[in-house]
C-alpha cells in the first residue's frame, strides 16, 4: 500500500505542479485553519494543497496469491484566497478532476484500474481557505502478497545401487 500511496502523491505533483502541498489527508485543513489556538496543531502548510484520504478498501483475494482491493479515494483540494468567486479554486478543481482515467501500471508492485471520478462534495468554507473533495475509484492490484517460488529446490542425488548377488 505504501508504493500505491506514494505512486498517486508523485503523479499528482507531477500532473499539477501548481500544487505547493500533496500529502495524505489527516484532518489538516480543520487543525489549522480555525479561531480556537487550542485546536490549531497542525503544522503550517503552503497553499493551493492537496490532502489525499484513503477511504474505503474493498479486499478481494485470488487463487494466485494476489489481492484485488476496491479503493475509493478523495483529494481535499484547498486554496486560500480572499475574493468571493475564488476563480482560481474552481481552475485548480477542473485540473484534479482531470486526473480521472490515472492508471498505474508502471511497475510490478503499483498496478491499478482507471481512475472513475465519484462525488464532489459541497465545499467546505474555513474563513479565507476554501476546500472542496473530490473521490475517485478504482481496483489495485496488490502483488506484496505473491508468494511465488522463484527458485527450484534440487533433491540430493540418489544413488541406485545394483546388488549383483540378487541377480
Same mark, same amino acid.
Given at each position: 500500500m505504501?508504493?500505491?500511496i506514494?505512486?498517486?502523491?508523485?503523479?499528482?505533483?507531477? *500532473?499539477?505542479?501548481?500544487?505547493?502541498?500533496? *500529502?495524505?489527508?489527516?484532518?489538516?485543513?480543520?487543525?489549522s485553519?480555525n479561531?480556537?489556538?487550542?485546536?490549531?496543531?497542525?503544522?503550517p502548510?503552503?497553499y493551493p494543497?492537496?490532502?489525499?484520504?484513503?477511504?474505503?478498501?474493498?479486499?478481494?483475494p485470488t487463487?494466485? =496469491?494476489?489481492?484485488?482491493r476496491?479503493i475509493?479515494?478523495i483529494l481535499?483540494v =484547498?486554496?486560500?484566497g &480572499?475574493? &468571493?468567486? *475564488?476563480?482560481?479554486?474552481?481552475?485548480?478543481?477542473?485540473?484534479?478532476i482531470?486526473?480521472?482515467g490515472?492508471r =498505474?501500471s508502471?511497475?510490478?508492485?503499483v498496478?491499478?484500474?482507471?481512475?472513475?471520478? =465519484?462525488?464532489i462534495?459541497?465545499?467546505?468554507?474555513?474563513?479565507?481557505?476554501?476546500?472542496?473533495?473530490?473521490?475517485?475509484?478504482?481496483? &489495485?492490484?496488490?502483488?506484496?502478497? &505473491?508468494?511465488r517460488?522463484t527458485?527450484?529446490?534440487?533433491?540430493?542425488?540418489?544413488?541406485?545401487?545394483?546388488?549383483k548377488?540378487?541377480?
Open positions: 505504501k508504493d500505491l506514494q505512486y498517486i502523491i508523485t503523479e499528482i505533483q507531477t *500532473r499539477i505542479p501548481e500544487l505547493k502541498t500533496v *500529502r495524505m489527508f489527516n484532518n489538516q485543513y480543520e487543525r485553519n479561531d480556537d489556538t487550542e485546536s490549531n496543531i497542525e503544522a502548510f503552503d494543497a492537496l490532502f489525499v484520504e484513503i477511504t474505503q478498501e474493498d479486499i478481494k487463487s494466485l =496469491g494476489y489481492v484485488f476496491d475509493a479515494i481535499h =484547498g486554496t486560500e &480572499y475574493d &468571493y468567486e *475564488r476563480i482560481a479554486h474552481y481552475e485548480l478543481l477542473d485540473k484534479v482531470g486526473l480521472a490515472l =498505474g508502471s511497475s510490478d508492485t498496478q491499478f484500474s482507471s481512475w472513475i471520478p =465519484g462525488d462534495m459541497q465545499d467546505i468554507d474555513y474563513n479565507n481557505v476554501k476546500v472542496t473533495p473530490v473521490m475517485f475509484r478504482f481496483t &489495485y492490484t496488490d502483488k506484496t502478497a &505473491y508468494n517460488a527458485s527450484v529446490e534440487k533433491a540430493p542425488p540418489f544413488v541406485l545401487g545394483i546388488n548377488e540378487i541377480l
